[in-house]
């Protein structure tokens, strides 16, 4: 059984909790949200297999 998981959406989930939770770190973590997207670009590693 494979099972594909994007890490994108995963880091979306995690980021959107962390600003209903805590609203004042809305721009760290817009900030590195987009960090962690564009080096996922850059180096391809968009989905881990288990």
């Known amino acids: 059984m494979n099972i594909t998981l ?6 979306s989930l995690v980021a959107g909790i962390l600003i ?20 996922i670009g850059l180096f391809g590693a968009g989905r881990f297999h288990f």
């Open 6 to 11: 994007g890490l994108a959406p995963i880091i």
């Open 20 to 39: 209903l939770l805590v609203p004042r770190l809305l721009n760290y973590i817009v900030a590195i949200y987009l960090i962690i997207i564009g080096l």
